[in-house]
């Protein structure tokens, strides 16, 4: 099955931004439109590979035709069809936010956004260890762009510290695809989940050091314990727009783990099986813990945004940890939700407290107008990100809870869940008191009379639309993301969907 | 000892010496020594990724009819790729920290703005905070 769609979420971002680059020149309007058509219609693409991975049927796509183990493939199963819809619905959110302001304060915002979305998509979709790094790469690479655009002293400094941690992980990752290579001889997802357990013993050392190695990297990726700290900084002083669409670069790392230790390194992997759990449970529980103590000691709204991302990548990656069906689809359900959170969080605070740099707030003036609205969206964000009825982040955490049920980690589990929720609960109480009913400084900057910026409010009241929609559609939803969870831990239908494409090429080139 | 297995003592040692300097530069808080470091990490990747296909002397890595045998091709594409990709990295990093430096007056890798460099223009012509 040889469908050329899914070369498109890769194809459209750059081929936009290639244009966006050209477009510098001809004003605002012209970018503007075309980043939001080429988003428009990457979202309308996502939606239907959704619906063409809807059949549990992997589809492989053959860069350039070469067969499976030799050439780059493409591959789109449940998972990656699911995180690419994410993805989509977020980016449409954060360019229409991005209209209002944001992507004035410097040249070149909508081509490095599509740059980072043609990343972050290609990171789903590849089926290549070796290709996974280039989309990172390219992901990073848009990523420093986005961060330092507007620049200012405190994101500069930020950016050099972010930069240089991922030059760094960059590096391990490629001696960790080197060590996997000089093991097996092979790059391809596929072909490494057939050649892993067939590994000589003499060589399993190296092939586990390969591997941990490997999830270092996706660690710092998903900025889990002890990699966590590059992340308030970054995201804390970049433009909420950038923030936002940061808040699905901590998934990529999430989606890498479960993708690489249920496919290569999963049940089936003989002596190397499972080899990252008795880490990430852990790791995860201490990532949920600190991150929910930053929550308590963050000073304003930005660092309140950026610790509950990180509490929230502890709960995802304790569901993950636990790699049962349940679980799996917990965590996935949990992962979009807190995205979309997490996102409406960073743009509602960059509406409300000053820039890095001091500069004007945008909505800050309108609050005393507005404060009701505002104030109510805050309270709906919180009630996501802590997880309370009714909002999706509940249901969520939910079945996080329900997933650890019958097994041995449920003490560890329950109680982290538990106490993390309340202490998030009042952290966030508390941030919302400081911000809206307090009354302002006499010194604060007088009121000027900027509206209220439409766009940007708009976009995040939407985002609680869909977490209410997400959690009204819970039950459909679940029984999606349980047949992705099956799919992810019966490797044998990628495997042979990966692999049965030797033939099928061999016959397409007669 | 054949040449094979002298040719592998000096890469290994070679890889090893280089991750080690790359390290203990990266643990510096002046900018220049970091970037320095993370360019001597990516030479020893390189040259790591390069020997992953096993070290084969007097080979071609492309097909031909006179080979005896081959050396394996693919690290060799992947260090290429290697290579542009930590080259372009270097550029930016370099020109972020020399743009840091001139606006905040330090080369210091610290989050917070040193106290002594605070000038509201960022401004400043001494080197040492």
Known sequence: MNSHWLILPVAIPAMTAALLVLAQAYGLTIQRTLSVGATALQLAAAIGLYMLAGDGEPRVYLLGNWPAPFGIVLVLDRLAATMLLLTGVLAIGVVLASLGDWDRKGRHFHALLQFQLMGINGAFLTGDLFNLFVFFEVLLIASYGLMLHGSGQRRLRAGFHYISINLIGSTVFLFAVGTIYAVTGTLNMADLAVKVPQVAAGNEALLSAGALLLFTVF???????????????????????????????????????????TLIFGAEAGPLA????????????????????????????????????????????????????????????????????????????????????????????????????????????????????????????????????????????????????????????????????????????????????????????????????LSLLAGPLMEDMTATADQLLQPQTYIRAVLGTRHSAAHMGE | ?????????????????????????????????????????????????????????????????????YTDPLPQALVLTAIVITFGMTALIVVLSLRAYLETGSDDVGLGVPPDSADPDGRRDGAAP
């Not at chain 1, 970054?234 to 909420?240: A, E, I, M, N």
């Not at chain 1, 940061?246 to 993708?259: E, L, N, W």
């Not at chain 1, 407290?353 to 945008?362: F, I, Q, T």
Request: positive net charge.
């Open chain 1, 274 to 469: 499972g080899i990252v759990t008795p880490w990430i449970l852990p790791a995860a529980i201490v990532t949920l813990v600190l991150g929910t103590i930053g929550v308590l000691a963050s000073r304003g709204l930005r660092d309140l945004a950026c610790y509950s991302l990180i509490a929230s990548m502890g709960t995802v990656l304790i569901a993950i940890g636990l790699f049962t069906a349940e679980s799996l689809a917990a965590a996935l359900y949990y992962a979009v939700q807190s995205t979309l959170t997490s996102a409406a969080l960073f743009l509602l605070a960059g509406l409300l407290v000053k820039d890095a740099d001091g500069r004007l707030p945008l909505a800050a003036a309108a609050l005393r107008g507005n404060g009701t609205l505002f104030a109510g969206l805050y309270f709906l964000l919180a009630i996501a990100m802590v997880g309370m009825p009714p909002l999706a982040g509940f249901i969520g955490k939910l079945l996080i809870l329900d997933a650890a049920r019958p097994g041995p980690h449920i003490v560890a589990v329950w109680s982290a869940i538990l106490i993390t929720g309340l202490l998030l609960t009042i952290g966030f109480v508390r941030a919302g008191i400081d911000t809206f009913w307090r009354k302002p400084k006499s010194d604060a900057p007088s009121a000027d009379k900027r509206a209220t910026p439409i766009l940007p409010t708009a976009v995040v009241a939407a985002m609680i639309a869909v977490l209410a929609a």
């Open chain 1, 219 to 261: 660690a710092v990726k998903s900025a889990m314990v002890p990699f966590h700290w590059w992340l308030p900084p970054t995201y804390g002083t970049t433009s909420p727009a950038a923030a936002a669409v940061f808040a699905i670069m901590t998934k990529v790392g999430a989606y890498s783990i479960v993708r690489v230790y």
């Open chain 2, 1 to 69: 000892m054949n040449m094979t297995m002298s040719m592998e003592m000096l890469l290994a040692t070679g890889i090893g010496a280089m991750t080690a300097v790359g390290v203990y530069l990266i643990l510096h808080r002046r900018t220049f020594p970091v970037i320095m470091g993370l360019t001597f990490l990516s030479y020893a990747v390189n040259v790591f990724l390069f020997a992953m296909g096993r070290l084969a002397i007097d080979l071609p890595p492309i097909v031909s009819k006179t080979a005896a045998g």
